[in-house]
T-cell receptor, first 113, second 109 residues
Framework: DAMVIQNPRYQVTQFGKPVTLSCSQT?????MYWYQQKSSQAPKLLFH???????NEADTPDNFQSRRPNTSFCFLDIRSPGLGDAAMYLC????????????FGPGTRLTVT | AQRVTQPEKLLSVFKGAPVELKCNYS??????LFWYVQYSRQRLQLLLR??SRESIKGFTADLNKGETSFHLKKPFAQEEDSAMYYC???????????FGTGTQLKVEL
């Protein structure tokens, strides 16, 4: 089945230790998104790629970076995780720009110790 | 900036009872409105969108621009409807979703 895959599902990292979360898709969609969702809060868009074009949200901290080496893969890098970065990170894709349906991965639960 | 408000964190109804999940938004233009749903141990997925004007799994939602609302309704709740429901919008023909904080629907027997 075509889908959005996130690895790992659970990630524990230490305060200040860089961590990378991975997302891959078999849908061949042009757009890939990263959302952060803290407990009892709404998913919050961090950034997205339209093909190779990176689009950062104005309030996304510099601590968060992303890479999209090819159509299928997108990575979220947190350079120096703080305790406040503990959250569920959701990857999503959509066919193209515009109000298309977004297809979500299962998420990666990040714990910072 | 746009905002989506879902006033109820938890809504509990009995099987067979009508369901209404409330969603209000603030945006001065014409948004696109969506309902996404997350069943237990499953990923977030689209339930319906207002421009499709369709009924999915018995759910409907009507965009009321005067009241800036997009409430989700179902006449008879089923046990399998128990899930987390998120209202969301995009603006300006764009693709950036702004989500509400979600409502947990619990359908009791």
């Amino acid at each position: 089945d075509a889908m959005v895959i996130q690895n790992p599902r659970y990630q524990v990292t230490q305060f200040g230790k860089p961590v990378t979360l991975s997302c891959s898709q078999t849908l061949n969609h042009n757009v890939m998104y990263w959302y952060q969702q803290k407990s009892s809060q709404a998913p919050k868009l961090l950034f997205h790629y339209y093909d190779k074009d990176f689009n950062n949200e104005a309030d996304t901290p510099d601590n968060f970076q992303s890479r999209r080496p090819n159509t299928s893969f997108c990575f979220l890098d947190i350079r120096s995780p703080g305790l406040g970065d503990a959250a569920m990170y959701l990857c999503a894709t959509s066919l193209d720009a515009g109000p298309y349906e977004q297809y979500f991965g299962p998420g990666t639960r990040l714990t910072v110790t | 900036a746009q905002r989506v408000t879902q006033p109820e964190k938890l809504l509990s109804v009995f099987k067979g009872a009508p369901v209404e999940l409330k969603c209000n938004y603030s945006y001065s233009g014409s948004p696109e409105l969506f309902w996404y749903v997350q069943y237990s141990r499953q990923r977030l997925q689209l339930l319906l969108r207002h421009i499709s004007r369709e009924s999915i799994k018995g759910f409907t939602a009507d965009l009321n621009k005067g009241e800036t609302s997009f409430h989700l309704k179902k006449p008879f709740a089923q046990e399998e409807d128990s899930a987390m429901y998120y209202c969301a919008l995009t603006t300006g023909g764009g693709n950036k979703l702004t989500f509400g904080t979600g409502t947990q629907l619990k359908v009791e027997l």
